[in-house]
């Protein structure tokens, strides 16, 4: 049986449908990426899986128990450390996590080594009497981390993890979801960094409007939808004459930044001659020029017409703003 499994999953508010009809499935003991730009539905399905929101159509089972008729086993039998965590900043870590452990009906004794054990393992056993409060965001995030394991779920569902994190923070969390996966607990990761499902998870679906728009491995995924591209920055010359040049070539792909030209060969190197005549004879000068493998980026691309780190780079502006 799988650890979830969803049929024509939706969710409307109102006039707007936000989740349209997913299906996916997740095997025990992997790891999930959801991946998809702010908006797309991600959290949405995951409130969803979770009980905290009803579907308004479709089905979903999470470790085998219907999120809707079978609520109270499927909270159970997962843990939840949700983009924004409810920590109490006045409690210390250690607190907290002891208070959880008493929510989910530990023992006092057990709860107590239970908190100690797991404040050591998100490494926060040196920080576990000081009030959260004054901890920071990476803090924050390992000690919601440690209160979603505290009754040994079967599976976890971590949303957007690592959003505005320092490249350390980040680092620190995705070793301590590998070492969960590696323990036995599958992983439904939500997350809107391409890195983050390429690096973390077995099977990806990238999720836009509301809709799933490819499914399968980071590896299969790149190789169906993504061929190399040529990377290339102009130094002088027309940049509308450097991308007609280009075109003759290959595949021009959406624009990202200033005078950055992408275009998708079909021959990898062998067509990086056939670019470079093309631009000497437009008369363009060539900064930089490099052949980029297929990303998870690329197969957003092709599938929805504009680039996912966009959004992404967007959200961290504005949560270290915040």
């Not at 590998?178 to 390429?198: P, S």
């Not at 280009?246 to 990086?272: F, H, M, Q, T, Y």
Request: with cysteine.
């Amino acid at each position: 049986m799988p650890a979830i499994e969803v049929e024509g999953l939706e969710r409307a508010f109102g006039d707007v449908l936000a989740v349209q009809g997913v299906d996916l499935t997740v095997d025990k003991g992997e790891i999930y990426g959801f991946l998809g730009p702010n908006g797309a539905g991600k959290t949405t399905t995951v409130r969803m899986l979770t009980t905290l929101l009803l579907p308004t159509g479709g089905r979903a089972t999470v470790a085998g128990h219907d999120v809707v008729r079978e609520a109270r086993a499927v909270r159970a039998s997962i843990g939840v450390a949700l983009q924004e965590a409810a920590l109490d900043p006045l409690m210390t870590g250690r607190e907290l996590i002891r208070l959880q452990a008493t929510l989910q009906g530990l023992p006092p004794a057990e709860g107590r080594q239970r908190a100690d054990a797991l404040l050591e393992r998100v490494e926060l056993d040196h920080a576990a009497d000081r009030r959260v409060g004054g901890y920071s965001g990476g803090m924050k995030r390992r000690l919601d981390l440690a209160a979603a394991l505290v009754h040994e779920p079967s599976v976890l569902f971590l949303d957007e993890p690592t959003t505005g994190l320092d490249p350390v923070s980040r680092k620190t969390i995705w070793e301590e979801v590998r070492a969960l996966n590696d323990a036995g607990t599958t992983v439904f990761l939500t997350t809107q960094y391409l890195e983050e499902a390429d690096q973390l998870a077995d099977n990806v679906a990238i999720i836009d409007s509301g809709r799933i728009v490819a499914e399968g491995t980071p590896d299969s995924l790149k190789a169906e939808f993504g061929n190399p591209h040529i990377q290339l920055q102009i130094a002088e010359g027309s940049l509308a004459d450097a991308e007609r040049a280009c075109a003759e070539v290959g595949r021009l792909l959406p624009p990202k930044d200033g005078r950055l030209i992408e275009v998708e060969v079909e021959n990898g190197a062998a067509d990086i001659p056939r670019v470079v005549r093309a631009l000497d004879d437009a008369g363009i000068a060539v900064e930089s020029l490099e052949l980029v493998r297929p990303t998870l980026d690329d197969v957003f691309v092709a599938k929805t017409g504009y680039h996912i780190e966009d959004e992404s780079e967007a959200a961290d502006e504005e949560a270290v703003e915040a």
